[in-house]
């Protein structure tokens, strides 16, 4: 058996810089949330390469350029491993939740460059940071072959505790 280290190592060298990206957004270290949501936006790109490479069946569209936009990555993450997750999200304003996604992200990361488009506030930022990290965590079990249905539950608890949160707000 591998020590906690040791497994963390493995999950390290497997999911190259995803993984500590990861875990800085959801460690209590002082950041604004629109920068944790920033980041974990940013994730899904190189998350996303990394589920490609792992399992053959699986693939990230290219554009017209083969070019994999962050638009893209999100939405083929999201229907591959968040339908449970952003049920509600896909049912009524998925197209319009990928958009202030890219928009949030490239609000922080090209700081001027999206002053009039619509970004995520502060409610939401917390409310998809909390999404983004489950579907996340269900990303990585799939990598690290562990059994999702071991979790399933708690998962489902989970989203159900922050769905209710927010929609009742």
């Excluded at 390290?12 to 604004?32: E, G, Q, T, V, W």
């Excluded at 693939?59 to 999100?74: E, F, G, H, W, Y």
């Excluded at 072959?145 to 707000?169: C, Q, R, T, V």
Aim: include cysteine; charge should be positive.
């Amino acid at each position: 058996l591998l020590s906690r280290r040791q497994r963390q190592m493995c999950i390290r060298d497997r999911l190259d810089i995803a993984y500590p990206m990861f875990m800085y957004c959801l460690s209590d270290i002082p950041m604004p949330v629109d920068c944790k949501i920033a980041s974990l936006i940013e994730i899904a790109k190189p998350l996303g390469e990394i589920v490609e490479k792992k399992n053959r069946g699986f693939s990230m569209p290219r554009n017209d350029r083969n070019k994999l936009t962050l638009k893209i990555a999100l939405k083929t993450l999201i229907d591959e491993f968040g339908q449970e997750i952003f049920k509600v999200e896909i049912n009524t304003n998925y197209y319009d939740l990928l958009k202030l996604f890219v928009n949030t992200r490239n609000k922080i990361s090209h700081v001027k460059s999206q002053r009039n488009k619509n970004c995520l506030d502060g409610k939401q930022c917390v409310f998809y940071t909390a999404k983004l990290s489950i579907m996340y965590r269900a990303i990585l079990y799939s990598i690290l072959n562990i059994d999702i249905n071991i979790y399933n539950h708690k998962l489902k608890e989970a989203i159900s505790k922050w769905d209710a949160w927010y929609y009742k707000n």
